[in-house]
């Protein structure tokens, strides 16, 4: 039934979880048979959930986390070491931590499957509320009530075009941002770089928005504005670009969320555990104090 809504029509679920399109209908048939009235509304433009349906949803995504965790944790009692983890992060992190976190992982644990979802604050909260995530690796978020694993203390620099009056200072204050040229990342998703000039009353003037942090970097290398990140990912790229500090006392708290960690499935206490080891052996590399 998830399936369905998310892909949009009963032929691309099915495609998805490789069943025909007849036979998932017979099962999605079925159950609604049994609870005694539709949960998919059907017509020519795709499907769509009914009142019912939507009723029922959060209940639906209760059942499947849970199911997977019983899975999960009897392919542990067999010695399987078999599981599947839904891994949400920033884009700075996926970049700079991840690639050596799931190097090491699947190493020691080849037959875990990851996939890794790379988003802003909103959507990554809301996959953990509807427990599509596993876990995720982003800065604390106050407003959320799982548990909460500290890893790394960063802070948000500005990226300044080189040849901007403000590039060559050591540090600027939050309001000399007002006005400037700016290139907006991730509108609208809640992130660091937003409440930071919401909290300083800052309004710079947005003339670009972009979800992708490279073509960010790109665009302030070109000259069309002033942007922001966190100083994690600003040390991975080079160019004409100065990474300036906020002469703020801010700082990311960067870590994992997850839902319970009493609770979480085997494959995922083991992928925390690399997480740790691996953001330690990174900082201590970097000469960076972790917390």
Known sequence: MLQAVEQGSITAAARELEYSPSGLTRVLDSLEKDLGFPLLQRSPQGVELTLEGESLLPAIQELLYWAGQIEERSDSLKGLDQGELHIGSYYSIASCWLPAILRDFQRDYPHIRVHV???????????????????????????????????YQDRLVAWIPEGHPLAQKKAIRPDELDGQPFIDPLPH???????????????????????????????????????????????????????????????????????????????????????????????????????
């Open 117 to 151: 979802q790379e988003a802003g604050n909103k959507t990554l909260l809301q996959g953990l509320r509807d427990r599509k995530l596993s876990c995720c690796l982003f800065n604390k978020n106050p407003g959320y009530q799982g548990d909460w694993i500290p890893l």
């Open 189 to 291: 998703q809640g992130t660091d770089t937003g409440s930071f000039l919401k909290k300083y009353h800052v309004q710079p003037d947005v003339r670009f928005t972009t979800s992708n942090m490279y073509t960010c970097w790109t665009m302030v290398e070109a000259g069309l504005g002033l942007s922001m990140d966190n100083a994690l990912s600003s040390r991975r790229w080079s160019g004409a670009v100065r990474v300036v500090p906020f002469d703020t006392p801010d700082r990311l708290e960067l870590g994992i969320a997850l839902p319970s960690r009493r609770e979480a499935s085997p494959a995922l206490k083991k992928f925390i555990q690399y997480v740790k080891r691996t953001v330690e052996d990174l900082t201590r590399q970097n000469g960076t104090p972790r917390r």
